[in-house]
């Protein structure tokens, strides 16, 4: 134990409090893909020294959120076009499995939470930071019953890379058509699970990924 008396698990706290703050802004898009995040402005902020900075962005780049470059520093993670559909095609093979398994664990309570959820996107009203915080809660919700492993944890990671291109999409299919094909996607979805119908689930997931994919191919201004 430290002589001074002072908590070995103090840094450990501060880190996660770091990380988790920092966390918050990749998702809501107050960081950027691309943006470079400077410790010592994350330091001075938190009132904190450097080595708990650094320890939550080794954090951050465990979620998929931040690429570390040696001696160089630390920037939010960017996609190209193509590296972002190759994630895409990843989770459309990849989600339907993990829904596949988690969907005997989902009792009630699960699907009671999904559709206030689902209710929650259709209310938004053009609000895109609370349509994707419902989303997202949505989407891991109907995954949080399939046994823990890696499977769970990949997409979790792709969830996180995936973050800003999924608000792009989002902005764009609310300017064009509106976004009532993915409340209806969200609705049928959650039938299928209600059936307990593990097939016809997969396959509107599939398609609800798939679409997201296509609508992002069509406009490469947002790689850019």
């Given at each position: 134990m430290p002589s001074d008396g002072?908590?070995?698990?103090?840094?450990?706290?501060?880190?996660?409090r770091i990380a988790d703050a920092l966390r918050a802004a990749i998702l809501d898009g107050r960081y950027l893909p691309g943006e470079r995040i400077r410790q010592e402005d994350v330091?001075?902020?938190?009132?904190a020294s450097r080595i708990p900075v650094r320890e939550a962005l080794r954090m951050l780049q465990g979620d998929g959120l931040?690429?570390?470059?040696?001696?160089?520093?630390?920037?939010?993670?960017?996609?190209?076009?193509?590296?972002?559909?190759?994630?895409?095609?990843?989770?459309?093979?990849?989600?339907?499995?993990?829904?596949?398994a988690s969907l005997?664990?989902?009792?009630?309570?699960?699907?009671?939470?999904?559709?206030?959820l689902a209710g929650e996107m259709e209310r938004s009203g053009g609000d895109i930071d609370v349509f994707l915080r419902a989303d997202r809660e949505f989407h891991l919700?109907?995954?949080?019953?399939?046994?823990?492993?890696?499977?769970?944890?990949?997409?979790?990671?792709?969830?996180?890379?995936?973050?800003?291109y999924r608000r792009?999409?989002?902005?764009?299919?609310?300017?064009?058509a509106g976004l009532g094909v993915t409340h209806l996607e969200h609705r049928l979805l959650l039938?299928?699970?209600?059936?307990?119908?593990?097939?016809?689930?997969e396959r509107v997931l599939?398609?609800?990924i798939r679409r997201t994919r296509r609508e992002l191919s069509r406009h490469p201004e947002i790689f850019g």
């Open positions: 002072a908590d070995p698990s103090a840094g450990d706290t501060a880190s996660t330091a001075a902020r938190s009132g931040v690429t570390l470059v040696a001696n160089s520093g630390a920037w939010v993670t960017r996609l190209s076009l193509a590296e972002c559909a190759e994630l895409y095609r990843i989770r459309e093979r990849l989600e339907p499995l993990l829904l596949r005997p664990g989902l009792d009630d309570a699960a699907l009671g939470r999904l559709a206030e919700a109907s995954y949080s019953a399939a046994p823990a492993g890696e499977t769970s944890q990949i997409i979790g990671r792709m969830w996180n890379t995936t973050q800003h792009e999409f989002t902005k764009l299919a609310a300017r064009q039938d299928c699970l209600r059936r307990e119908d593990a097939d016809d689930a599939v398609m609800h």
